[in-house]
T-cell receptor, first 116, second 115 residues
Framework: EAQVTQNPRYLITVTGKKLTVTCSQNMNHEYMSWYRQDPGLGLRQIYY???????DKGDVPEGYKVSRKEKRNFPLILESPSPNQTSLYFC???????????????FGAGSRLTVL | DQQVKQNSPSLSVQEGRISILNCDYTNSMFDYFLWYKKYPAEGPTFLIS?????DKNEDGRFTVFLNKSAKHLSLHIVPSQPGDSAVYFC??????????????FGKGTKLSVKP
């Protein structure tokens, strides 16, 4: 089944304790992206990657890092989490833009992170 | 500045009636528009899209209308069903996403369909 898998789905942590949210897709997609969803703010892009070893900042990159060493994986790293990073996080992937339909994103089920 | 705006945070409709969700955009370079549906505890799922060369696209009970001159699109659901109750996100991109594939999302509209 074509899917985007995120782990963990739920996590409660404390301020300053480094954590990684993993994301993996099995569709051979070139494009991957991380979003956070907050009440009243919708989906905001954190980072995206056009291909292996190519990453770029989205709208809200502060406090986050990413890496893309393999095509299928795109982990989100919080080096020193803070309470304002409490949110619902979504990883997504697509085959990439340039033609209609190519940038239709497939989303993971979400990771709810709470930072105390 | 918000490039994609969904000005109605919520909408309540009776089962069997039409649901109309609206979306406005400011970037005239947007040429591809999508609607996503999101249930609680799940990721958003793609619903329907339209390119700027069209003004209407239909898929079963779902129709998206695009008015380029007004920079406005709408999603019509007819007839509405209780299972349509979800948050609906409007999204847009330039050059069909170009080499980046980036989508810009609105804040979402929560639709409640009452039996």
């Amino acid at each position: 089944e074509a899917q985007v898998t995120q782990n963990p789905r739920y996590l409660i942590t404390v301020t300053g304790k480094k954590l990684t949210v993993t994301c993996s897709q099995n569709m051979n997609h070139e494009y991957m992206s991380w979003y956070r969803q907050d009440p009243g703010l919708g989906l905001r892009q954190i980072y995206y990657s056009m291909n292996v070893e190519v990453t770029d900042k989205g709208d809200v990159p502060e406090g986050y890092k990413v890496s893309r060493k393999e095509k299928r994986n795109f982990p989100l790293i919080l080096e020193s989490p803070s309470p304002n990073q409490t949110s619902l996080y979504f990883c997504a992937s697509s085959s990439g833009g340039g033609r209609p339909g190519a940038n239709v994103l497939t989303f993971g089920a979400g990771s709810r992170l709470t930072v105390l | 500045d918000q490039q994609v705006k969904q000005n109605s945070p919520s909408l309540s409709v009776q089962e069997g009636r039409i649901s109309i969700l609206n979306c406005d955009y400011t970037n005239s370079m947007f040429d591809y528009f999508l609607w996503y549906k999101k249930y609680p505890a799940e990721g958003p799922t793609f619903l329907i899209s339209i390119s700027s060369i069209k003004d209407k696209n239909e898929d079963g009970r779902f129709t998206v209308f695009l008015n380029k001159s007004a920079k406005h699109l709408s999603l019509h659901i007819v007839p509405s069903q209780p299972g349509d109750s979800a948050v609906y996100f409007c999204a847009a991109s330039e050059n069909y996403g170009g080499s980046q594939g980036n989508l810009i999302f609105g804040k979402g509209t929560k639709l409640s369909v009452k039996p």
